[in-house]
């Protein structure tokens, strides 16, 4: 199974900062890899798919880059709305793995 | 709106079975892969299963090959996942979820799992 690892776990930003998570794949996975956005006790939030193309409705301020084994997600200025936990998903292949999770709190 | 609702889940002693369920609307559900996943408490999301559209591929991760069975009812718009022999290690919230093919500029696509349900949570306890 292909590895998926986040840095870092997680991080202390305030209102209007710049914030990247890093997440890296043990193999190359081209660009086959999305994100995803975490509340507590809910469901994850779709975010992105192919590394970089924004889900409909999701706020331009998440953008995502990479490829192969190395992929970045980035919020420009983080909005009080946006403490919550990311996960990268890599769709390359079976199983399909999460990246451990980074936890974007205030 | 679209929606998925899981239910089943329950407490259980270890070796025992639960069926869950997730109930699909508002899409066509027979066009979609769908997939299962779980959230041990306070730990990351694992990928558990999926099945295509029509039932006729499926996959699952190895710890629970032998054990799980997903499957689905297109007649009546539901998912089910089957679990068998039941460990504590299986103790979860369990989600399903919907998993789209999205694509790119260069006519790529991409899994991505756009639409989950709530969860139901899996007890494993003696």
């Known amino acids: 199974a292909i590895q998926m690892t986040q840095s870092p776990s997680s991080l202390s930003a305030s209102v209007g900062d710049r914030v990247t998570i890093t997440c890296r794949a043990s193999?190359?996975?081209?660009?086959?890899l999305g994100w995803y956005q975490q509340k507590p006790g809910k469901a994850p939030k779709f975010l992105i798919y192919?590394?970089?193309s924004l889900h409909s409705g999701v706020p331009s301020r998440f953008s995502g880059s990479g490829s192969g084994t190395d992929f970045t997600l980035t919020i420009s200025s983080l909005q009080p709305e946006d403490f919550a936990t990311y996960y990268c998903?890599?769709?390359?292949?079976?199983?399909?793995?999460f990246g451990q999770g980074t936890k974007v709190e205030i | 709106d679209v929606q998925l609702v899981e239910s089943g889940g329950g407490l259980v002693q270890p070796g025992g079975s639960l069926r869950l369920s997730c109930a699909a609307s508002?899409?066509?559900?027979?066009?979609?892969?769908m997939t299962w996943f779980r959230q041990a408490p306070g730990k990351g999301l694992e990928w558990v299963a999926n099945?295509?559209?029509?039932?006729?591929?499926?996959n699952l991760v190895d710890s629970v090959k032998g054990r799980f069975t997903i499957s689905r009812d297109n007649a009546k718009n539901s998912l089910y996942l089957q679990m068998d022999s039941l460990r504590v290690e299986d103790t979860a919230v369990y989600f399903c979820?919907?998993?789209?093919?999205?694509?790119?500029?260069?006519?790529?696509?991409?899994?991505?799992?756009?639409?989950w349900g709530q969860g139901t949570m899996v007890t494993v306890s003696s």
């Open positions: 979820a919907r998993d789209a093919n999205y694509y790119d500029s260069r006519d790529y696509y991409y899994d991505a799992f756009d639409m």
């Open positions: 508002e899409f066509t559900f027979s066009s979609y892969w």
């Open positions: 099945i295509k559209g029509d039932g006729s591929k499926k």
């Open positions: 193999q190359g996975i081209r660009t086959d």
């Open positions: 192919g590394a970089s």
């Open positions: 998903l890599q769709d390359y292949s079976y199983p399909r793995t």
